[in-house]
């Protein structure tokens, strides 16, 4: 990895900024889809690189293997999230905060994914590297939402409970959206799942039993 890896959690600044991002975002989802269509075993760092138009060594620039640009789809998600929380009015609500910061990055998932695509990323997303991946890199991530959280909260991410339960519960929901959509049948889109997940984690996970009657 060199010092020009750029970070992904903000919004990029100027031109070259934007280019170093759409690079990023190019090599990741050129690792998804040759994965997902090829098999993890399959996919090597040149393949990556020249789907995405590239040079190998471009590829090192950004990332260290396939599996970390592959998780890098979601972990980059969690760390915008985490910067358009920093952006939102002061005086907002936590919870109608965390809720616009997180679907800034879903608008585009209002659509029925491809049963066929779905059915691919389950089978990818078994594969044990992928996982441990994608453990790694989600603490990395969940710490920037911590910490972003705390500053909205007037909290400390490194000695309170409270912006790290949060960051977790945050990440948990939009996963558990996630594990629907990926198994839905038929289909059905992504954003309103991690809407409702999220709004079910801010009223509290009520209990859908409650109030039902007896049969």
Request: hydrophobic fraction near 45%; charge should be neutral.
């Amino acid at each position: 990895m060199t010092s020009d890896k750029p970070g992904p959690g903000g919004a990029p600044g100027g031109l070259r900024e934007r280019k170093k991002l759409a690079t990023r975002q190019a090599l990741s989802w050129a690792a998804l889809r040759l994965a997902q269509e090829h098999g993890l075993e399959n996919v090597r760092i040149d393949d990556i690189a020249a789907e995405a138009g590239v040079s190998p060594r471009t590829f090192n620039n950004y990332f260290s293997s396939k599996y970390e640009a592959i998780v890098s789809r979601s972990t980059d998600r969690i760390r915008r999230a985490a910067g358009a929380l920093r952006a939102r009015p002061a005086d907002e609500p936590l919870w109608e905060a965390l809720e616009q910061a997180v679907l800034a990055d879903f608008e585009e998932a209002d659509r029925s994914p491809d049963p066929a695509w779905t059915a691919g990323v389950r089978l990818l997303l078994a594969e044990p590297a992928l996982q441990a991946e994608m453990v790694k890199a989600g603490a990395a991530a969940g710490g920037d939402f911590a910490a972003a959280v705390a500053a909205r909260t007037g909290t400390d991410a490194g000695a309170d409970l409270y912006p790290g339960l949060v960051a977790a519960a945050v990440q948990a929901a939009q996963q558990a959206a996630a594990d629907r959509w990926l198994r839905a049948d038929p289909p059905v889109p992504l954003l309103p799942l991690v809407r409702e997940a999220l709004r079910l984690l801010a009223a509290g996970l009520p209990d859908p039993s409650a109030g039902r009657t007896a049969g």
